[in-house]
């Protein structure tokens, strides 16, 4: 049974850092693809960061790139998510889920809430 178990979200300020965390289990974690997603308030889910199974090459939405920061460690069947220069706008609920640039399972973790706000 695949289960996707999202940390880490907090309030924090405009221009502050958070470090999301997604442990996975029920599926092969080190030759999967991991991708972070998000959904604010009263908009679609969307994607915001990808990585390959070994990490070697990551892909962000272009509305993150240059602050946010997509890693994996296979050890311990977790991907990350380093969040900096935070901004409203930012606030949502973060999900991971396995796959490339498109949600490999039709089930979701709870997420995590981030909200950014002074």
């Known amino acids: 049974q695949v289960q996707l178990v999202e940390s880490g979200g907090d309030l924090v300020q405009p221009g502050g850092s958070l470090r999301l965390s997604c442990a996975a289990s029920?599926?092969?974690?080190?030759?999967?693809?991991m991708s972070w997603y998000r959904q604010a308030p009263g908009k679609e889910r969307e994607l915001v960061a990808s990585?390959?199974?070994?990490?070697?090459?990551?892909k962000y939405a272009d509305s993150v790139k240059g602050r946010f920061t997509i890693s994996r460690d296979n050890a311990k069947n977790t991907v990350y998510l380093q969040m900096n220069s935070l901004k409203p706008e930012d606030t949502a609920v973060y999900y991971c889920?396995?796959?490339?640039?498109?949600?490999?399972?039709?089930?979701w973790g709870q997420g995590t809430q981030v909200t950014v706000s002074s």
């Open positions: 990585i390959t199974s070994t990490g070697g090459i990551t």
């Open positions: 029920g599926f092969t974690f080190k030759t999967s693809a």
């Open positions: 889920n396995a796959g490339w640039r498109a949600a490999a399972f039709g089930s």
